[in-house]
């Protein structure tokens, strides 16, 4: 059990160190001459003299492999850079903004696990029913809708019509409710399929008959015997689609003008500022790894099939 | 042929007629479009609904259903080119991959894990950033992003092809390696590559939209459903129509791709039989007894 867990630590940790590479090998790959276009940032007249300087400066005349060497030493120690169009430094602009996409994430995983449930167990209470039909519906209707006109059109109905509901910045609870529902609720749509398909498998089990024929009700069936059973699968789901939030943050955070790391990897992009840019790569990718990780192992916790195959 | 018959009966009539559609808009919209989609008209700012203009104007006064039109063609080519790239470059990593074995495949392998283990929109976003924000450079963004899957499919069925008997036998008969690859093993991968690229081009479109939402890929004046939502965005409250109509095509035709990803992924392999499926089924034998 622990050596397996080791294992798949192990290979996360690579993924790791790839992700190092690729995050640095891209930045160098910039086209073009990057003291120049980092002197021209700073303003001011750009000389020879000036672009040798940031050359200098940035380590931009040693070996790849010594430059790639520095900036892993540097990122260890938490230093990740300036940023090149504000001056700020990189570690202190990702920790202000930390909070609100994580607030964000956290509120899609709680509206996604509702809906996933309430949607799945409705289902398989009255199978072929019109939510079970509605819920096959809405799955593929979801997956299609893009994310950032859901939040248009929830900003429209909540914020224009009905005027319930903040639609604009980082303010309180209230303000956190409609980005919440906006990433949410495609990934609680994908978890009440894979919830209602694996309850449908499990209901058709010959425990579940046997309990049947004892003369237990068909509620008592779902929530006593069969949601145990699916417990691991819906993990798994579950972990992945809040992987997969990370990713839908960077869409979502501009609409609702949240200064999240969505936002700030958005803004990097649309102003070439590299080292943002490298270290939101970088930061994705990791807690992209990490999450994953996690996930794996817990189910591994979770899941007495899986301890017993992994013992024998 | 026979292929695409069994493909046709897979997905069923309505399915290939909402993408039929948006690829017939698509390549004719030139010639469809009522009005030039760039062209601005101050003067007829922001109609609504009318018999000149039948979805209405935008803020600059251009027609929205040309402009439509054209963003059916903008996404379409978008996303024909990326899995036109990244399938070609995926097939040919996972070839080498899935052939050569051993360290070759074991690097490349691992460079793909991380691939697929980092969002395709992360990295997208990231070279998009590096490179600038640029139609042309969206493409290839997404292309290197959509790689590692291709590659990954493509090294599956090549590496289960290699051992089987029949290409054993052309190895004995002389085979050169690159006609054992280019006429046995390429055309193997080929067919799962395209029916993934099939489901896959709904996601595409999705992510393109993305992109260019962010203002990171398609540039204005030139239309996308995308950049189209974003520039209404500030008159939503006025004009929410402008906003509408662009997510309601791209949902539309989102929706067209992921049935038609599904309708072959049933085909490919069915899902096991349900009992409320099995009692159908008897019932359906039941009746063709009696009939």
Redesign the interface.
Known sequence: MLRIALNRAMSALVLVVIASVFSFILVAAFPGNVAALIAELRGGFVSQAVVDKVAEEYRLHDPLLYRYGYWVADVMHGDLGKSLRTGEEVSKAIEKRLEPTLVMIAGGGIVMLVVGLVLSFCGAMWPGGVIDRFIRMLAVVNISIPKFFLAAMLIYAFGVMMNLLPTFGFRGPSSWILPSIAIGLVPGALLSRVARVSLEETMSRPFVITAMSKGFGRRRILFRDALPNIVPVVLTAFGMNLAFMIQSAIVIEPIFAWQGIGAYFVDAARFRDLPVLQSCLLLFSVLFIIVNLVVDLLVMVVDPLQRRAMRG | MKAIKDLYKAVGLPICLLIGFFIFIAVFGKYLSPYDPNAQNLLKASQTFGAEHWFGTDNLGRDTLSRLIAGARTTLFGVTLVLLMAGTVGMLIGTISGYFGGWIDEILM??I??GL???S???A?????????DFWNMIIALAIAWVPIYARLTRGVVAAAVNQPYIESLRVLGASRTRIIVKHLTPAALGSVLIYASADA?VLA?NI??LS????GVQPPQAEW?QM??AA?PY??EA?RL??LP??S??VM??G???LG?AIALAKNPRPM???RLFQRRREFLKEIAA
């Open positions: 691992r460079i894990d991380f283990s980092v969002p929109l992360v990295v976003l990231a070279i998009v950033g590096v490179f600038g924000p709904g999705l939209a993305n939402f962010l203002g990171l995308g939502l974003v965005l939503l409250e929410p906003v509408i997510g309601l791209l949902t989102v929706i791709f992921n049935l599904e349900s009992k409320r």
